[in-house]
């Protein structure tokens, strides 16, 4: 009395406006009843849901999704609006073994992705198809790389607006329009020269381009994306936030995070990117998935790097700040190289700073044992009354080796060449230092003192005293050494010859005295 239920054979035709198209015998259940019905019936076992609930299920067969010839292994139509006497213009689909796929590039690609073994529900009507499915994702024909996914959660909807859907007591919220999305989870990217990176990759295609499943190229967001540079993970990056791009010719990926430097006395603050790219062209896209806007853009060399613009580098109690390239040198047993552009050097001891070098160009090595630097350019003294011209090089190195290597990035070559020994020195030769407006010239060297403060070498200097553009006195060949701290900046040096006495009225040298025994003093502190 309370109703209908039953299972029995027949055929079913379906189609749902161009976007879903099935036929084929079926098994067909009825449950008119508010019970479900779990036991046997005319000798067969009858699993039914409670009513009303009417469906009819197909076994591997092969139907049109997405203008796109598919197959499934069991697919199973609920129709309980047929019980219901409601209209028969939408449709909830149980699918298992469900495979799509598309191809990736032109129409002679070999390269395409693969949808498998997908379980889920899809829903139809009127205005199209929205389907959530758990499965496995693969990629055919891409060369010297390898995408791995260990699982896949596929989304999409044909319809031209948002959805909605309540199945099973379940609710199915499609954000979107036109649009298939594939999240996955700890995937990787593997290239044939042992390079890779890892994260969640989010892959969209939007289907209102009215070519199906196939694309041009293929884009995913990436989340916790994740690289490591050099041997023993020197330089890691994690929780990468960016975007891919697969094209017939490869893979080309920008995501951003902090990155760790794993080495003695170094620590990286700010933002940097991962360019890794195997297309050999270069890849600029700007793209929205998820409601976010991303941006990717690598050159065709920048095959694996990080880089980064406006961050700092800590060297000891160096900082550098600016433009960083940093790359694995495979060449230099894995040691990674960082060009460096653009940026500044603050030089000094753990309490102070007191050089800024501003450098043009410059390089660095990271290696287990430390690091070490060398760059060239202008600098600013951070102290009053002292100022410096010409081209000064600051070295730095955190570890006992010394260093002679040189190494190729971006079609430029850098160098290092410091001694054995920790190193935090800023020299140059033929540069000029004034001091309290005194001018001397020749081969000057800045370097670090353990009980904090500077030294200051002196070499072949020439120092001109005078005042404003007038000068007295040129003392040449002069040799010495100066300190230099918080406070100012002190010392002297021997001069083996001095000029210009006559221009000074009444100075003379005392008896018995000559210009080589000759000693000039410093002084810009205006305390002892």
């Known amino acids: 009395n309370d109703g209908y239920l039953g299972s029995?054979?027949?055929?079913?035709?379906?189609?749902?406006a161009d976007h879903l198209n099935a036929s084929g015998q079926t098994a067909l259940k009825l449950n008119t009843t508010g019970e479900a019905f779990n036991g046997v019936l005319n000798s067969k076992e009858l699993n039914l849901p409670e009513g009303p609930y009417f469906s009819a299920s197909l076994s591997k067969t092969k139907f049109n999704l997405l203008k796109t010839e598919v197959e499934a292994a069991i697919l199973e139509v609920v129709l309980?609006?047929?019980v219901t006497g409601e209209s028969l213009d939408k449709v909830e689909v149980k699918v298992e073994g469900l495979n799509l796929s598309g191809s990736i590039g032109s129409e002679d690609s070999k390269v395409s992705y693969e949808l498998k073994d997908l379980n889920g529900v899809l829903f139809a009507d009127d205005e199209?198809?929205?389907?959530?499915?758990?499965?496995a994702m693969n990629f055919k024909g891409l060369?010297?790389?390898?995408?791995?996914?260990?699982?896949?959660?596929?989304?999409?909807?044909?319809?031209?607006?948002s959805l909605d859907h309540v199945f099973n007591n379940k609710i199915y919220r499609f954000e979107g329009e036109n649009y298939l999305k594939v999240a996955t989870n700890n995937s990787k990217v593997q290239f044939s020269d042992g390079r890779d990176f890892s994260g969640d990759f989010s892959f969209l295609v939007e289907l209102s381009k009215g070519s199906g499943l196939d694309v041009t190229r293929l884009f995913a967001a990436v989340e916790n994306g994740t690289v490591h540079l050099g041997a023993?993970?020197?330089?890691?990056?994690?929780?990468?936030?960016?975007?891919?791009?697969?094209?017939e010719?490869?893979?080309?990926?920008?995501?951003?995070?902090?990155?760790?430097?794993n080495t003695n006395d170094a620590e990286a603050e700010g933002l940097f990117s991962a360019k890794i790219n195997n297309t050999n062209s270069n890849q600029n896209h700007s793209l929205t998935i998820g409601g976010n806007s991303l941006k990717l853009a690598v050159s065709a060399s920048e095959t694996e790097m990080i880089e980064g613009t406006g961050v700092r580098i800590s060297?000891?109690?160096?900082?550098?700040?600016?433009?960083?390239?940093?790359?694995?040198?495979?060449?230099?047993?894995?040691?990674?190289?960082?060009?460096?552009?653009?940026?500044?050097?603050?030089?000094?001891d753990g309490s102070n700073k007191y050089i800024a070098v501003n450098v043009v160009r410059?390089?660095?090595?990271?290696?287990?044992?430390?690091?070490?630097?060398?760059?060239?350019?202008?600098?600013?003294?951070?102290?009053p009354d002292v100022s410096a011209e010409g081209a000064y090089t600051v070295k730095i190195k955190t570890f006992e080796d010394s260093v002679y290597e040189a190494f190729f990035m971006e079609g430029k070559s850098s160098k290092l060449d410091i001694r054995a020994g920790p190193v935090m020195e800023v020299g140059g030769s033929e540069v000029n230092l004034n001091l309290a407006g005194q001018n001397m010239k020749g081969n000057i060297t800045f370097s670090s003192k353990d009980n904090g403060g500077m030294d200051v070498s002196l070499e072949d200097v020439n120092l001109s005293m005078g005042r404003g553009n007038t000068t007295y006195l040129s003392l040449t060949n002069g040799n010495g050494s100066l300190s230099l701290d918080e406070l100012g900046m002190d010392g002297h040096m021997n001069v083996s010859k001095v000029e210009g006495m006559e221009n000074v009225p009444g100075a003379e040298f005392p008896l018995g005295i000559s210009a080589d025994q000759v000693l000039v003093e410093f002084n810009t502190r205006k305390f002892p």
């Open 8 to 16: 029995f054979e027949g055929k079913i035709d379906l189609s749902v």
């Open 80 to 82: 309980s609006s047929a």
């Open 128 to 135: 199209g198809v929205a389907a959530s499915f758990s499965g």
């Open 143 to 161: 060369e010297e790389v390898q995408l791995i996914v260990s699982s896949a959660e596929v989304e999409f909807n044909s319809r031209e607006s």
């Open 232 to 247: 023993n993970e020197l330089v890691s990056m994690d929780q990468g936030n960016g975007a891919l791009v697969i094209d």
């Open 249 to 261: 010719s490869g893979i080309a990926a920008d995501f951003s995070a902090a990155i760790t430097i």
């Open 315 to 348: 060297v000891g109690s160096q900082i550098l700040s600016g433009h960083f390239m940093i790359k694995a040198l495979p060449s230099l047993s894995d040691r990674v190289g960082v060009t460096i552009m653009n940026a500044q050097v603050l030089v000094g």
């Open 362 to 383: 410059g390089a660095a090595l990271i290696d287990s044992k430390g690091v070490a630097v060398e760059a060239e350019g202008s600098i600013n003294f951070l102290l």
